[in-house]
């Protein structure tokens, strides 16, 4: 499985991005997807997830409300919508598969499969 996230940037405090991750696999419907992010100094985290059909998601506490996450397993993408953005949201993004979970894992150790990240800076 490989994963490409796009769709990073600059942007100020209170805009908006839209993250995109293409994921190469024939099989994209048996995978738990997520996106994660890793700040300068600090440890990659959960930011939110999508079960396999999309049914169900997930989200960290410091983003509930202000980010979704969606998936289409036809076109085989996942994508984080990103609104009123803060300097704390500053990181860079990776989209990730999970293969064995069976349920949404925030545990960025449970992705089997990550793609090269894209820089998102929000600026003050």
């Known amino acids: 499985v490989q994963l490409q996230a796009y769709g990073g940037g600059l942007v100020q405090i209170g805009g908006s991005l839209n993250l995109s991750c293409a994921v190469s696999?024939?099989?994209?419907?048996?995978?738990?997807l997520g996106w994660l992010r890793q700040a300068p100094g600090k440890e990659r985290e959960f930011v939110a997830g999508i079960s396999r059909g999309g049914g169900s998601t997930s989200y960290a506490d410091s983003v509930k409300g202000r980010f979704r996450i969606s998936r289409d397993n036809a076109e085989n993408t996942v994508n984080l919508q990103m609104n009123n953005l803060e300097p704390e949201d500053t990181a860079v993004y990776y989209c990730?598969?999970?293969?064995?979970?069976?349920?949404?894992?925030?545990?960025?150790?449970?992705?089997?499969?990550w793609g090269q990240g894209t820089q998102v800076t929000v600026s003050s």
């Open positions: 696999t024939r099989t994209i419907s048996m995978y738990t």
């Open positions: 990730g598969a999970d293969r064995w979970a069976g349920y949404i894992s925030t545990r960025p150790s449970n992705y089997d499969y």
